[in-house]
């Protein structure tokens, strides 16, 4: 049993439903800890939306990529709605740890402003990856933002630039803290060199 737990990010489906399933972020206080539900919310009734207070059973967990994940639930009843989750958000800008204690920042909500350490790479199907710099954290190859492959292209996207990210779920791929961003709308992006004509 769940009990009044914030519904702090909806993941929409992109790519991988083994690896990148639709579903959502909970959380009862900021240090966490956190839980992915690696169900589609569209497919639950009430459907939960960011900022609902929830209570739920979990019938099935499991572990994709070292990430503790609930995989099934029942009985989802929704408290309240139109919490202002980002009372629950951590800057994690300066933390030395993200990748050394990776367990206790996975699936919170975090906001983190850094630069891109290197161009983007494939992250599995429909997503890239940038490695981040961060006043914490720099030269860590596991410590990556991940980023729909269809952003990257649209806001040109590459090495050099920087970002702020503000209240997005930290996920996990084996050893990688993988800092997601799925809408243009979770992140500001500066400094980054003007398109080139060719």
Do not use: W
Request: glycine share 8%; hydrophobic share 45%; proline share 6%.
């Amino acid at each position: 049993p769940i009990h009044h737990v914030t519904v702090t990010y909806i993941k929409p489906q992109i790519g991988s439903t083994t690896n990148a399933p639709a579903g959502f972020t909970v959380q009862a206080q900021a240090a966490g800890p956190a839980l992915f539900v690696a169900v589609d919310p569209a497919t639950l009734t009430p459907a939960p939306a960011k900022g609902d207070v929830v209570d739920f059973t979990i019938t099935t967990m499991g572990t994709v990529a070292m990430e503790r994940r609930a995989q099934a639930i029942d009985s989802l009843t929704v408290v309240s709605s139109g919490n202002d989750v980002s009372a629950l958000s951590t800057d994690v800008s300066s933390a030395t740890d993200l990748v050394s204690n990776l367990a206790a920042y996975d699936a919170r909500i975090v906001t983190v402003t850094g630069s891109f350490a290197d161009a983007a790479s494939n992250s599995g199907q429909g997503f890239q990856k940038f490695t981040l710099t961060t006043t914490g954290i720099t030269g860590e190859p596991n410590l990556q933002l991940r980023v729909p492959a269809t952003l990257v292209d649209s806001l040109d996207m590459v090495a050099t630039c920087s970002i702020t990210a503000t209240n997005v779920p930290v996920g996990r791929f084996n050893t990688a803290a993988e800092i997601g961003v799925y809408a243009g709308s979770d992140f500001t992006l500066t400094a980054g060199p003007a398109p080139a004509v060719v």
